[in-house]
Each structure stands twice: as C-alpha cells, then as structure tokens.
T-cell receptor
C-alpha cells in the first residue's frame, strides 16, 4: 500500500494551458512537499506546506489537511515546465514519496 | 555557493563486488539521506544520519551501509552488489528532520550491477 498517490501519472498539455496535478495521502503528516525532477535527474524542492496555499511565480500549491489532499497548479504552462513532479509527505522522521507525474508541455 | 555533490555519476559493476558511492555537502547540514529511485516505486529511503557518528536504517536498508565521520560526507556502501541494486541513487541533506524541512538533493548516481 502506497501512502502517497498521485494523479495523473502522465500529462500532456499545450503551451499556455492551466495544469493541475493531484496528490492524496493516507497518513497524518508533518508537512507535504512538491518536488520537480527534470530529464537528466536533478531534483529540486518547489514547495513545503502544512496548511493553506503557497505561490511561486506561475506555480501554486494548495493543501487540505482534513481531506488529506494537495494540488499543484501551473498557470500559463511552458515547455520548460516539462518535468516529473513528485509529491512527498513528511511523517515524523520519514519521507514518503509518490511515484510522480510526468508532464510534457507541447509548444 | 553551497552544494551537494555525488560521485561517481555513473557506475557499472559486477555482482558480488563492493561499491561505495560518495556524497559531499557544503551546506553544513546535520541531516543527510540516501534514497534509491526505481520505476514504479518512487524514491525510497535507504539510510539516514542526523549527525556525526549517527546512522539509521530506512525502508530499504538491506545490503547497504553508511558511516558518518564528519558533517560533510555520507558514503553509501553496497557490501556485495546484487542486480536488484541497479538503480539511481540520490543523496540529500537538510537542516531539519526528514519530513519537516526542505531537502537539497544531489545530482544522482546511476548504478548498474551486471
């Protein structure tokens, strides 16, 4: 059983589209993290949140603690947003990762 | 600028050989982590350390060991490499506990065990 489920697994969008990636989790958490992994492997932390909403540029992350659900939104998507987006939850001293959503943005 | 580096970036080895993957960080973080990434599994925690001389087992620690003799380095050793250990390995570091603080990841090491 995976503590973290992401959807969709794969997503293709046209440049300029609004994108939503969803993450559901089944355990009590300290915080939820969104990570970005570009082709070639490097992993970068985008957001860490435990309540509400955070915004950075065209990226917005929200979390609903009661529903154990988070969403990552990308506004005005661009081909450089093409990457794998990973949801991870912190539980005590542990990190549990989703399997990622592979996003391709077509010009 | 502070960074976290891994070496080698690619490694091919044979079954049964001992392999050590290096991880070095200049963030001066107390906490360091090793993960493996496999298709269909996402990232999984192998070992972690919360300071010098401290090491702890993660979810998939069998066949791996780590040692922490200074703040900057956490080498990962595969005692006797197995084909099931073919994977991409990521090192990470953070100021706070695993779940409560931003982690900074290294570039990864792609290991192939033949």
């Amino acid at each position: 059983k995976n503590e973290v489920e992401q959807s969709p697994q794969n997503l293709t969008a046209q440049e300029g589209e609004f994108i939503t990636i969803n993450c559901s989790y089944s355990v009590g958490i300290s915080a939820l993290h969104w990570l970005q992994q570009h082709p070639g492997g490097g992993i970068v932390s985008l957001f860490m949140l435990s309540s509400g909403k955070k915004k950075h540029g065209r990226l917005i992350a929200t979390i609903n603690i009661q529903e154990k659900h988070s969403s990552l939104h990308i506004t005005a998507s661009h081909p450089r947003d093409s990457a794998v987006y990973i949801c991870a939850v912190g539980v005590g001293n542990q990190f549990y990762f989703g399997t990622g959503t592979s996003l391709t943005v077509i010009p | 600028d502070a960074e976290i580096t891994q070496s080698p970036r690619h490694k091919i080895t044979e079954t049964g050989r001992q392999v050590t993957l290096a991880c070095h960080q200049t963030w001066n973080h107390n906490n360091m982590f090793w993960y493996r990434q496999d298709l269909g599994h996402g990232l999984r925690l192998i070992h972690y350390s919360y300071g010098v001389q401290d090491t702890n087992k993660g979810e998939v620690s069998d066949g791996y060991s780590v040692s922490r003799s200074n703040t900057e380095d956490l080498p990962l050793t595969l005692e006797s490499a197995a084909s099931s250990q073919t994977s991409v390995y990521f090192c990470a570091s953070s100021t706070g506990l695993a779940g409560t603080d931003t982690q900074y990841f290294g570039p990864g090491t792609r290991l192939t065990v033949l």
